[in-house]
């Protein structure tokens, strides 16, 4: 499974980003994809996830109302909405891919991709 971030970038506070995540090599083990964040010094954080076959989504209390997670079947990607950001959404943010979908919000998931970059300021 190779999980490809893009969309990162720097804005300015209350700006918004979207983050896409192509997947390619689906199999069982990627049956929940989300994105976790890691600031510098800090340990990482799981944003969101959705359960690929169902659409169910879960997103951090630390992001709720401001992100949303959605997914294009046909494309095999997974995107972030991320509206109003704030300095401290400053992070690297990882795509990650797994059929446990706990380790993906320990963002320890079996899958993950290189990280896009995300500065708010």
């Known amino acids: 499974v190779q999980l490809v971030e893009s969309g990162g970038d720097s804005v300015q506070t209350g700006g918004s980003l979207r983050l896409s995540c192509a997947a390619s090599?689906?199999?069982?083990?990627?049956?929940?994809m989300g994105w976790f964040r890691q600031a510098p010094g800090k340990e990482r954080e799981g944003v969101a996830a959705?359960?690929?076959?169902?659409?169910?989504?879960d997103v951090a209390d630390s992001v709720k109302g401001r992100f949303s997670i959605s997914q294009d079947n046909a494309k095999n990607t997974v995107y972030l909405q991320m509206n109003s950001l704030q300095p401290e959404d400053t992070a690297m943010y990882y795509c990650?891919?797994?059929?446990?979908?706990?380790?993906?919000?320990?963002?320890?998931?079996?899958?993950r991709g290189q990280g896009t970059q995300v500065t708010v300021s």
């Open positions: 959705i359960y690929r076959s169902s659409g169910r989504v």
């Open positions: 990650a891919a797994d059929s446990v979908v706990q380790r993906l919000w320990r963002g320890e998931a079996r899958y």
């Open positions: 090599g689906y199999s069982s083990n990627t049956f929940c």
